[in-house]
């Protein structure tokens, strides 16, 4: 029997939505806590495939997941090009920065990427041997606008300031990193493909700061090239599209990249989504993930709603955005239970 992801990814309307959550390895899992402090920090923790696999597989095994997503960061492929990575902790990501041409062309060529990243192709094969064979396994990369104002700026940032001056003041430099970023991210998912990802999702965290033009240009055609590209090389490879706070920009995102699944945040409702995405096509999300830090009615509440909202065609539950630290384990099991015993009829 095909796996429930994949159904869903092929457009079956399901009874039960299958299920899994972003982030859903993570610091909130007291057996993550303790894998990662045998690894010494978060990123040597990416990079040693034995122990990102035991990350990758504790929520599977805890929750019965209907996926598991690769624990890996979407920041390794501007290590690999060459930026340096570290975390500050309790305040997040710093690189290198990308603002000159020069900056730019002393990047590493795409195809030495695998050098610094086959630790996380490795993980994969790992995974694809020991996860139960009714659990998929998500790829992932993040998007080029995205993982670009993270190198542009060096750190993260409210409102992508940076890298938004850039595109206003050095505009051909500005979409020369896209497009490293677009090459290697296709490069870096194939790898990931070869070696047992079922699915590829890319995570365009920051899309919703794009307007207009620059949406088109900079979320969807990126994520247009890269799914094109991905289904040519693999033909039937479901790809997750997550263009997060696009608003109106959510709608026609299937049609316009050939996703076959666009991800949901929950700035908007589970009926807008419904009524406005899942026309065309597979949603994923989209519950607040400030409930599994709240629990209690409103989780079990809003968690019938987001089923119900999607109920009368293809749908992915999931948070719409990765679960925080400060999430309950409990909570967790409560909104799957809740899901699976949600009656549909
Ligand atoms: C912007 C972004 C990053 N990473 C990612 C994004 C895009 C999605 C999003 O918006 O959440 C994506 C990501 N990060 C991680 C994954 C693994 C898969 C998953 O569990 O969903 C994925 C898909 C693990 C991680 N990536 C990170 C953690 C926490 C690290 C730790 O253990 O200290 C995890 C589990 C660290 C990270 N990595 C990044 C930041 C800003 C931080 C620090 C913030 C934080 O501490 O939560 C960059």
């Known amino acids: 029997m095909t ?37 010494g920090d978060f990123l040597s923790l990416c990079y040693n495939p034995e122990l990102a696999a035991e990350v990758t597989l504790q929520p599977i095994r805890r929750y019965g997941f209907d996926a598991a997503i690769l624990f890996a960061d979407i920041l390794l492929l501007p290590q690999a090009l060459g930026l340096d990575l570290w975390f500050v902790t309790g305040e997040g990501p710093r690189l290198s920065t990308i603002q000159t041409d020069a900056d730019l062309a002393a990047l590493n060529p795409v195809d030495a990427i695998h050098d610094t990243l086959n630790p996380v192709y490795e993980t994969v094969k790992i995974l694809s041997r020991e996860l139960p064979s009714e659990t998929t396994l998500i790829g992932f990369a993040g998007a080029p606008w995205t993982v670009a104002t993270y190198m542009i700026a060096g750190r993260g940032t409210k409102d992508q300031g940076p890298a938004h001056a850039l595109k206003a003041e050095n505009r051909k430099l500005f979409e020369g990193i896209l497009d490293v970023l677009t090459q290697g991210t296709i490069e870096y998912l194939t790898k990931q493909v070869e070696a047992g990802a079922e699915v590829v999702k890319l995570f365009d965290s920051w899309a919703g700061s794009l307007e207009g033009d620059d949406f088109r240009k900079y979320a969807l055609e990126p994520a247009r090239i890269i799914t094109q590209e991905m289904k040519a090389r693999f033909p039937g490879l479901p790809v997750i599209a997550f263009p997060r706070q696009a608003g109106e920009g959510y709608i026609g995102f299937h049609a316009a990249t050939g996703a076959d699944c666009v991800a949901v945040d929950d700035s908007v409702t589970p009926e807008w989504a419904a009524q406005h995405v899942q026309v065309s096509g597979c949603v994923q999300g989209n519950l607040a ?57």
Not at 10 to 28: F, V
């Open 3 to 39: 796996k429930t992801i994949l159904r869903a990814l092929a457009g079956e309307t399901l009874p039960t939505p299958p299920i899994w959550m972003m982030r859903q390895a993570g610091r909130y899992l007291p057996e993550y806590r303790a894998t990662r402090a045998q690894a």
């Open 289 to 345: 993930s400030s409930h599994m830090v709240t629990g209690g009615d409103a989780l079990v509440r809003e968690t019938q709603r987001v089923v119900k909202a999607f109920l009368k065609g293809p749908h992915i539950f999931n948070l719409g955005h990765g679960i925080t630290p400060d999430a309950d384990p409990e909570n967790v099991q409560l909104m799957i239970d809740t899901v699976r015993s949600t009656v549909t009829a």
